[in-house]
């Protein structure tokens, strides 16, 4: 019982703060996206969650920013609204490292918002008519070098171009994935046992009705495979349900629902092993024979499934945050805030999983006792 | 009738959540990524949700079914 | 979970993994002698090959070499499909329980896997030459083409042999292994189309000895558990 209250503590814990946590601030985007070297220009910045006519003790700081050496500090800036801000900025005449052509990060600190970055916001070309051959490099690159940036305070998850708010989706789609992996792991668990001892000796189960305790045996090879057989079944709603959200999400973030990802690709092997699992328990009449065969194929097929890990990111380059096969996220991907509310959802969903499970199982064993007694 | 019923109310909820984003997303192309994408997991959420009341109702009218043929023995 | 499963998970009647040598001889020549005296079976699998590779002559005269890779893997895929399915059903309940009295299944099993690897590798050959002939050879690195089909065999033989001995026990075995062998075959059919693809210099890679050895593990994997599982299959 416990377990289904911690369950049902967890996924409200998730679902409060997995929806209502803001995400830290962010630039969207910037306008214009290019410029010439030597000129003076004003830049258009577009912020995410960002609050720039609220002020604070220090101004707000506007860098374009190549390495850590080199970095433009905007000349000045006018604030249009809270997430419009206008920045110039004074070109220089030489591009670090004589190139022709390099990518600008766009950095903003603000003293409470804290620090947000957008990758190769500015495309920085080298003019070709202000071009010196020789001259040293502008001192405007290395005056202002970007330091002491702000952290934004209290509780927020990351800000990530293209995902923005769907990173919420981290506690929702992603779950259904590691219910999946458990459920059907005490699946296959089930089918060996189930192998390592068929029909031989009983569980006694103790039942509470009315006041009274009853006392009844349940031959240990059919629970056995009954739960196999369930935990198949609620893995399978998991995984329709993680393959479907998956594909929405990736819908708007990939551009495409579907693109030979590994962790697709292996969802749904595994949807076809237990899809296949079932026609195959279906296709005897004897129900001994049925539950031995379903147990010898689960056990077969769900190891045969574990060289896909290997082979896949060989083929195709995986999209999921920490690629080649690794299941968990890279340290990137997944800050200490995220942990906090990550963590807690897999085991809340994962418990809601083993719970609807084992209402399957209980119903199967109603089913199995009314069907001996006809 | 009753099971009849109750099968009609889960058909009609799974043709609202699949035809509800799409017309939306008819009406103004981009429902789906405005306000920073949020309706994504507006969906997603919505997508468990009904996945999981459907596979409860289904063992609903499971239960129901066996009660009705217990009953008939006693 | 009540401490008496785990006692019990001791008493797992572990199979005789030591299998008994002098039997698999005879055991393997009887696959050879029936499958002679039913000569209509193997014909039947060879122009079921040679109908296939004429299926895609009709319908695309010149092939360009990644579908030709593919498309072959395909033929061999179904080829084999066919040829192995039949191996635990051509015999009748009688001569099965003989076999039971007289041979370990773990000796049963590497017989049929040795047999049908065998015939699997000449139908796969044949297929080939066949193919060859009317789609073109764009094969490249023939040594590695013909050890990628050699490991085809080997890979497929195993995952088929051990399907079609549950599939078997059911009415409508044919469609029964096909459902049931895809995802299993699914790892092994996607390494071969890549070394293939290789020997077919579709793809410049040189660290292919890694996908040999994932192949040569996967085999490894699909053997051991044949072992220990058939017996459980077998116990009728």
């Known amino acids: 019982m416990w377990w289904k209250i911690l369950s049902v503590v967890l996924l409200v814990y998730v679902f409060l703060t997995g929806l209502l946590v803001p995400l830290k601030s962010g630039i969207e985007t910037v306008e214009p996206a290019a410029a010439h070297t030597g000129r003076e220009i004003t830049i258009r910045f577009y912020g995410y969650n960002t609050f720039f006519e609220k002020s604070a003790e220090s101004p707000i700081r506007v860098w374009l920013y190549y390495d850590s050496q080199y970095a433009l500090s905007a000349s000045s800036f006018t604030v249009v609204n809270d997430t419009i801000l206008d920045a110039r900025f004074n070109m220089p005449v030489n591009l670090p490292e004589g190139k022709q052509t390099v990518y600008l990060n766009a950095i903003i600190d603000h003293p409470i918002a804290g620090a947000s970055l957008l990758p190769a916001a500015i495309e920085l070309n080298q003019d070709s008519s202000g071009m010196v051959a020789g001259l040293p490099l502008d001192a405007a690159w290395t005056t202002t070098p970007v330091e002491t940036l702000h952290l934004q305070k209290g509780f927020s998850f990351p800000y990530q171009n293209v995902i923005y708010e769907s990173i919420r989706n981290t506690y929702f789609h992603v779950p259904m994935w590691f219910v999946l992996l458990f459920l059907f792991c005490a699946s296959v668990w089930y089918s060996l046992l189930y192998l390592a001892n068929p029909s031989d000796s009983s569980i006694i189960r103790k039942l509470k009705v009315a006041g009274r305790t009853l006392t009844y045996m349940v031959p240990a090879g059919q629970e056995n495979d009954r739960r196999a057989a369930a935990y198949a079944e609620t893995g399978l709603l998991f995984g329709i349900l993680g393959l479907l959200t998956g594909m929405i999400w990736a819908n708007y973030t990939w551009g495409k629902p579907w693109s030979n990802d590994i962790k697709q690709l292996m969802t749904a092997v595994a949807l076809l092993i237990y899809l296949a699992y079932f026609i195959l328990r279906s296709s005897f009449d004897e129900p001994e024979k049925s539950a031995r065969l379903a147990a010898v194929y689960n056990i077969f097929a769900f190891a045969s499934l574990i060289p896909l890990l290997y082979i896949v990111p060989r083929m195709f380059a995986s999209l999921h945050p920490g690629a080649t096969g690794n299941p968990a996220f890279g340290t990137q991907d997944l800050d200490n805030t995220m942990r906090a509310v990550f963590y807690p959802a897999i085991i809340g969903w994962t418990l809601l999983g083993f719970w609807i499970a084992n209402l399957r199982i209980r119903y199967q064993r109603l089913f199995d006792r009314a069907m001996d007694l006809h | 009738m009753k099971k009849y019923k109750a099968y009609r109310l889960i058909t009609f909820i799974v043709f609202l959540a699949i035809s509800l984003p799409a017309a939306l997303a008819e009406g103004n192309r981009d429902f789906m990524r405005e306000t920073g994408k949020i309706n994504v997991v507006v969906a997603v959420i919505l997508v468990i949700f009904l996945g999981i009341v459907w596979y409860l109702f289904r063992l609903e009218r499971k239960l129901t079914k066996l009660e009705h043929q217990t009953k008939d023995d006693q | ?236």
Not at chain 3, 121 to 147: I, W
Not at chain 3, 149 to 168: E, H, M, P, R, V
């Open chain 3, 1 to 236: 979970m009540s401490k008496g499963y785990f006692s019990k998970w001791t008493n797992l009647p572990l199979p005789a993994l030591f299998m008994n040598w002098k039997i698999l001889f005879p055991l393997l020549r009887k696959e050879f002698v029936l499958e002679f005296r039913q000569r209509y079976a193997i014909s039947g699998i060879v122009l079921y090959v040679f109908s296939m590779v004429f299926v895609v002559y009709i319908a695309s005269i010149r092939v360009a070499p990644p579908v030709w890779n593919v498309l072959f893997w395909l033929i061999v895929l179904f080829a084999s499909i066919n040829a192995v399915v039949k191996s635990f059903v051509q015999e009748s309940g009688a001569r099965q329980l003989y076999y039971y009295q007289i041979a370990d299944p773990v000796t049963l099993v590497l017989a049929k896997v040795i047999y049908n690897t065998i015939l699997l590798l000449v139908l796969g050959t044949l297929a080939f030459a066949a193919y060859s002939l009317v789609a073109g050879n764009p094969v490249k690195d023939l040594p590695l083409f013909g050890l990628v089909l050699l490991l085809g065999s080997l890979g497929f033989s195993i995952a088929f042999t051990f399907i079609a001995s549950i599939a078997a026990k059911a009415n409508n075995s044919a469609t029964l292994m096909a459902i049931l062998s895809f995802p299993v075959i699914l790892p092994i059919l996607l390494t071969l189309v890549r070394l293939s693809a290789i020997a077919l210099r579709l793809i410049q890679d040189t660290s292919y000895t890694r996908d040999i050895i994932n192949l040569l593990a996967i085999d490894a994997i699909l053997i051991s558990l044949t072992f220990v599982l058939f017996p459980y299959i077998w116990r009728d």
